[in-house]
């Protein structure tokens, strides 16, 4: 049971970040497309790696990664205010250098496990 609530988590995490980037967040960094491509949460739930993928060049790239190290803790606290938990996750961004591949291969993955 201890992984359907780290899922749990990770997906929650997931939506929020990508509406706060969309809707919140007025940093011209995230002018860009970004996509929050998944989230991996510790068993503790204590911390979290969020994994992007920006659509666009490598400059796009570094100026997403600049805007989500200014913007970490904004974000952490924006998920602290509609989480309803103990600790709220520290966050970790990382670029996602995955290839289209290896997300789908994951993905079917995912599926049938959950099927």
């Known amino acids: 049971m201890k992984g359907h609530r780290d899922r749990r988590m990770a997906d929650f995490i997931q939506e929020e970040i990508s509406q706060i980037i969309r809707e919140e967040i007025s940093d011209p960094a995230f ?6 491509s998944r989230v991996k949460v510790s068993p503790d739930l204590k911390h979290a790696k969020v994994y992007y993928q920006v659509h666009g060049n490598e400059e ?3 100026k997403v990664a600049q805007g989500f190290e200014r913007a970490s803790s904004y974000i952490r606290h924006l998920i602290a205010k509609r989480l309803y938990t103990k600790f709220v996750p520290e966050i970790e961004f990382v670029p996602d250098k995955r290839t289209e591949e290896d997300r789908l291969e994951e993905l079917f ?3 049938r496990h959950e099927s």
């Open 31 to 36: 002018q860009e497309m970004i996509t929050i």
């Open 60 to 62: 796009a790239e570094k």
């Open 109 to 111: 993955a995912r599926i």
